[in-house]
Antibody, heavy 122, light 108 residues
C-alpha cells in the first residue's frame, strides 16, 4: 500500500520561499508509469493543482503559479519536493502531495498524503 | 483553460436517498473525468475515474456517467459515511488539471 507523507515548515514569512517534501513509502517512486504531484486547498475553499513531476525530472506547472514554482524529485530518497517562492498570505493553504496515475490518457490522483497546513505570516 | 462547474453547490439529503451531482466542462473532455470525496480535515479520496470506472474498494452505490461536457455522480442509497464534499476533476488537459468547486452533501 503506497503511502505519502508531507513534511516542512508550517509557518513561512511573506516574500520567503515555501519548501515542502513528500516521502513515498510502500513502493518505489520510480516504478510504474506514475507522476507525482502537489495540490493545495485554502481553508474552506476548493482544490488547486500546483504541478507534477515524472521520475525523469520532466515537469508541468499550473500557469498561474509557474513563475514561482519548482518541483524536484530525489529517487534515492523516494521523495519529491515543492518550492514556492515570494509567498504571500494568498499562499496560505493545506498542501497535499499525491500520486497521479495514468489511465487511457487521463491523469487521476489515486493516492494522497494527509496534507500539511502552511501559513504565510510575519 | 477548461473550467469545471458543479451543481448544486450543496444538497441536503437523508440516509437512503438517491443523490445526483452534476459536473459540466467548459469544453469537451471525452471521458477524462474523476470524482473525489473529501471529509473534513482529510485528503480527498478517488471514487470514480475515466467518468464511470469505480476505484478499487469504493462501494458500488457510487456510480459515474457522462462524456463530452456533462457528467454525473450518483449515490444510489446515501449512507451516514457519505456525508462529505465531492469534487470533479478534468483529467487530460495539460498544462492545467482543474477541479470543480465542490458539492457538499449534508444531512437533512
Amino acid at each position: 500500500q503506497v503511502q505519502l507523507q508531507e513534511s516542512g515548515p508550517g509557518l513561512v514569512k511573506p516574500s520567503q520561499t515555501l519548501s515542502l517534501t513528500c516521502t513515498v513509502s510502500g513502493g518505489s517512486i520510480s516504478s510504474g508509469s506514475y507522476y507525482w504531484s502537489w495540490i493545495r486547498q485554502p481553508a474552506g475553499k476548493g482544490l488547486e493543482w500546483i504541478g507534477r513531476i515524472y521520475t525523469s525530472g520532466s515537469t508541468n506547472y499550473n500557469p498561474s503559479l509557474k513563475s514561482r514554482v519548482t518541483i524536484s524529485v530525489d529517487t534515492s530518497k523516494n521523495q519529491f519536493s515543492l518550492k514556492l517562492s515570494s509567498v504571500t498570505a494568498a499562499d496560505t493553504a493545506v498542501y497535499y502531495c499525491a500520486r497521479l496515475m495514468v489511465y487511457a490518457k487521463g491523469y487521476y490522483f489515486d493516492y494522497w498524503g494527509q496534507g500539511t497546513l502552511v501559513t504565510v505570516s510575519s | 483553460d477548461i473550467q469545471m462547474t458543479q451543481s448544486p453547490s450543496s444538497v441536503s439529503a437523508s440516509v437512503g436517498d438517491r443523490v445526483t451531482i452534476t459536473c459540466r466542462a467548459s469544453q469537451g473532455i471525452s471521458s477524462w473525468l474523476a470524482w473525489y470525496q473529501q471529509k473534513p480535515g482529510k485528503a480527498p479520496k478517488l471514487l470514480i475515474y475515466a467518468a464511470s470506472s469505480l476505484q478499487s474498494g469504493v462501494p458500488s452505490r457510487f456510480s459515474g456517467s457522462g462524456s463530452g461536457t456533462d457528467f454525473t455522480l450518483t449515490i444510489s442509497s446515501l449512507q451516514p459515511e457519505d456525508f462529505a464534499t465531492y469534487y470533479c476533476q478534468q483529467a487530460n488537459s495539460f498544462p492545467l488539471l482543474t477541479f470543480g468547486g465542490g458539492t457538499k452533501v449534508e444531512i437533512k
